[in-house]
Each structure stands twice: as C-alpha cells, then as structure tokens.
C-alpha cells in the first residue's frame, strides 16, 4: 500500500541536477525537500574537522543524535551548519570525496536511516540522494532516476564553479566525478541504481526547464496530488 504522506524521490549520479530539481519541485508543489547527501557531508565534516575515525560506533551514534536534533528544530539548520563551515574549513572537493568513502559504512547507513525518514511530513516530501526509492523510502509514490551523460555533466559542473569563481581544472572535475560514481555504484550497501519502479529521465540532451517539466507530467500522470497543478 502507497502511504499517506506522498514522497517523491529523486535519485542519480553526482552533478546530475538532483538538488535543484527536487527544491524547485518541492516549491512548486509546496512540499519539503530532503538533499539526503547533506548528511554524509556532514559526517565528513566533522570527521575531518575534528580528525575522527569513522568507524567509531558510539562516535557515530551521537553524531546521528546530534543530527537528528539539529533536524528536529529546523531541518534547514544542518544544511547552515554545514556551508557555514565548508567554506572556511574545507574545501567541497575534498568533503565530496571523503562523504563518499563514509557512505560505504554499514553502520553509517544504518544511523542515518531514521534521521531521514523524519523529513517525511504532510503535505508530502520530495527526498534526492542516492538510494531514496531503493532503501530509504521504498514505498515511495513516485521514484525518479535522474540520470546524464558525465562529459556533459561536468560541463555544467565546471560553468557553476567558474561563474562562483571558482578554478578548476575540466579534467580532473571529471575525474572525481566518475570516480566518486563508481565509488557511490559498487558499493555492496545501498549502491546507486535506480530502483525496480523507477522512471528514467536522461537530462544529457535536456535543458533543466524540460527536465522539471517533464518531472511535474510525470508527477500528473501518477496522480499524486489532490489538487491540480
Ligand atoms: O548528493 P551529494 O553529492 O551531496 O552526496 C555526497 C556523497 O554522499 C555521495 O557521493 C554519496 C553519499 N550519499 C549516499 O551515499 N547516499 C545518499 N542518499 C546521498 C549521498
């Protein structure tokens, strides 16, 4: 049975357009937005800032406790807490890198599966990451995989960072990209794949004005909401 809170996820490679396409639909449909990636990052963070060993059981504990009450008073204070610090600590590349190596911990998973699934609340909850329709919410009313060619996704990868400027070299932006790709798909713990049911968008040949459109028709066609949009 689909259940009654409505949940939308969004799950697909790195630099794929997720985040934007979840909050421009979550303000469209005045829903919340989960970016489930802010948490890894987090745990990164703080892993490096304070030179932790991720494998700390009870470290992590208080650590998800600590994210779960952050959450609790105001989901939005994570995603402060954390580019408040990047910046001046830092840099992203490096926090992207090391978010994705503590993805592969079992336990970390484990921990981070009940912070997440808080985010789902009324009106409905539109949750992008990685394994939002395979693990987290499996029951999702819609699961879409949104997916795209890499050249071109660290393409607009690179034009964000060079208009923020920021200096990258093109190829080693690739580079990361496809090896935290990898990374995220061979893990053996809630790998990145698309879920049984999900719907396949590839945004390589599409601008973000299709994608969000072609989201908000599929978004109709499952009837998700009560009234139309
Ligand atoms: O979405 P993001 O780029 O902020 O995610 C950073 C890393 O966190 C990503 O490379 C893998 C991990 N992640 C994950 O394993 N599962 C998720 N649902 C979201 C992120």
Known sequence: MKSLT??????GPCG??????????AKKLHWFVLDSGIFYRTFALIALKYDIPMLEHELL????????????????????????????????????????????????????LTTQRIFKKKPG??????DMGTVVFP????????????????????CELRKKGIQVNFNSL???MY?????????????LIPAKDAIMIDSTNMSFEEVFNISLKYIKINK??????
């Open 6 to 11: 409505p949940v939308i996820t969004i799950d």
């Open 16 to 25: 794929v357009g997720k985040s934007v396409l979840s909050k421009q639909i």
């Open 61 to 112: 504990k208080i650590f998800s406790l600590d994210l779960y009450y952050w959450c609790m008073e105001d989901q939005y204070n994570l995603i402060k807490l954390y580019k408040k610090n990047v910046p001046n600590i830092i840099s992203e590349k490096t926090i992207s890198y090391v978010s994705s190596k503590i993805a592969i911990f079992p336990k970390v998973r484990k921990e981070l």
């Open 125 to 130: 909850l539109i949750a992008n990451g990685r």
């Open 139 to 158: 029951k999702a009313n819609l699961k879409l995989f949104l997916d795209g060619n890499l050249i071109v996704r660290a393409q607009r990868r690179f």
């Open 174 to 176: 690739k580079l990361e």
């Open 179 to 191: 090896q935290r790709d990898i990374q995220d798909i061979k893990r053996s713990i809630s790998p």
């Open 224 to 229: 998700i909401l009560l009234s139309p949009i």
